[in-house]
């Protein structure tokens, strides 16, 4: 029976598994940047008001439907009616554009850690970062090689694969993490980043600020493309969903918060910008470890910590199309991969050549890695969210009581679920679409 339903060996086995999936580039790449962006402190308040009260319900309720239907996503709609196929089919459509540009900065890491150990000599980090994304023969060949990292996993198959990669390099992700941060404290003028992360100013609130933070906490968690659904539905005996989702969200937040106490110390140090964007890991922190003894071996350390991190969240955005494909086209696992391999390949080779070469081929506007961001954090994401609640909520009936003991608690959740965070989707939806 080689494409049965693979189950989790351990319930700590599949919370290590989401908390993988959960912690990522989200956490270490984009968290950083978009709080610099938005200001620092503010928006770590807003970010943290909404992760910890509106995400949950999302949360629970797209680990619930996994494990209430034991489908993987386009089942999991059909269950309700043959016609939902369609919705349920968007999910791993997601994913897909998904892969093919967390893949592509999945290549930069790797990159960034081979020239870590060839040439720590680079000075002008700013530079190397656009000549290399410029190239289009390493980007592209770093791209699927991190692709191909990934997928080995997945093909290898739940028990087997994703559960050892989540045992072992989990661990060492928390450990590496932590030495940094004791480095960065001891930096002169540390206090000043504690500062810019800690000590809000309240007139930088703005309607942006939620809407981004939103985002932000949607990706962060993987909530929205099906991959929680999916790990939800490898779930047999677990009655916990609720405690699986605190653990989730309270270790996601640990681990952006840990990522912010290790970066923003060192970029005010350093007296660098914390506003810089996109390139703040890429190009900011490379430049930082070159101007400290032994950069090279802590910028290694650095960019391991963010491959375990990013090789944990690819696996959980392939798992959701994999385990579509292997019920949805009868495939066997091994198949199932090589074909999505093949997939993603053909759309994130081109993502990692639009900074280069495939420049000036824009889609509305945009180069496709930004068209490919910008299309599943604003748009997707959020759409199939507002889908997941309503399925959840008004089809597959799933209610507060089934999980929560506290009935007020319960009953908030089932207004939530119903109406307040669909209304909150619909409004994001519609400020994203403008
Ligand atoms: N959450 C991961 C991160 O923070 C990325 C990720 C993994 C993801 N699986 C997902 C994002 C599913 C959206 C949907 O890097």
Redesign the pocket.
């Known amino acids: 029976m080689e494409n049965a339903r693979p189950n989790w060996t351990s319930r700590f086995a599949f919370i290590l598994a989401s908390v993988g999936?959960?912690?990522?580039?989200?956490?270490i790449w984009r968290f950083p940047y978009i709080m610099g962006q938005y200001g620092g402190a503010v928006f770590l308040f807003v970010y943290l008001a909404i992760i910890l009260t509106i995400c949950f319900i999302p949360l629970v309720a797209e680990l619930a439907v996994g494990k209430i239907t034991q489908k993987e996503c386009i089942g999991a709609y059909e269950s309700v009616s043959p016609k939902l196929k369609i919705i349920g089919a968007l999910n791993p459509i997601t994913g897909i554009l998904?892969s093919s540009f967390y893949f592509v900065v999945g290549g930069w890491i790797i990159n960034y850690i081979v020239l870590g150990f060839i040439n720590p000599s680079v000075n002008d980090y700013a530079q190397y970062f656009t000549n290399f994304t410029q190239n289009p023969v390493s980007t592209c060949v770093y791209t699927i090689l991190f692709l191909f990292i990934c997928i080995f996993f997945t093909a290898r198959g739940i028990k087997k694969g994703i559960e050892f990669a989540n045992n072992v390099l989990m661990p060492l992700f928390a450990v590496i993490l932590v030495g940094l941060i004791i480095f960065s404290l001891n930096l002169p003028n540390a206090y000043q980043g504690l500062e810019y992360m800690f000590k809000p100013d309240f007139s930088k609130i703005c309607p942006q600020m939620f809407l981004a933070a939103l985002g932000q906490a949607l990706?962060?968690?993987?909530i929205?493309?099906g991959?929680l659904l999916t790990y939800g539905s490898y779930i047999k005996e677990d009655k916990s969903i609720t405690k699986s989702a605190y653990t989730i969200i309270f270790s996601d937040t640990l681990f952006a918060i840990m990522a912010g106490i290790m970066i923003f110390p060192a970029i005010f140090s350093f007296g660098l910008e914390p506003n810089s964007g996109a390139g703040l890991v890429f190009v900011t922190l490379p430049h930082i470890f070159s101007q400290i003894p032994h950069g090279n071996i802590v910028a290694i350390a650095f960019f391991l910590l963010l491959s375990a991190a990013a090789i944990t969240?690819g696996i959980?955005?392939l798992e959701a199309s994999v385990a579509a494909f292997i019920e949805r086209l009868h495939l066997s696992r091994m198949k199932s991969s090589i074909l999505l391999f093949c997939i993603v390949s053909s759309i994130a080779i081109p993502a990692s050549l639009s900074f280069g070469v495939l420049s000036s081929f824009t889609i509305a506007g945009r180069g496709i890695f930004d068209f490919l961001d910008f299309a599943t954090s604003n748009l997707l994401?959020p759409l199939n969210t507002l889908f997941l609640c309503i399925l959840a909520g008004w089809f597959l009936k799933i209610k507060g009581k089934m999980f929560i003991n506290n009935e007020f608690i319960a009953k908030i959740f089932d207004l939530g679920l119903k109406f307040i965070v669909p209304i909150i989707l619909v409004f994001l939806l519609y400020i994203g679409l403008r």
């Open positions: 999936s959960a912690v990522g580039l989200g956490n998904i990706f962060t968690l993987s929205g493309m991959a969240s959980s955005i994401m």
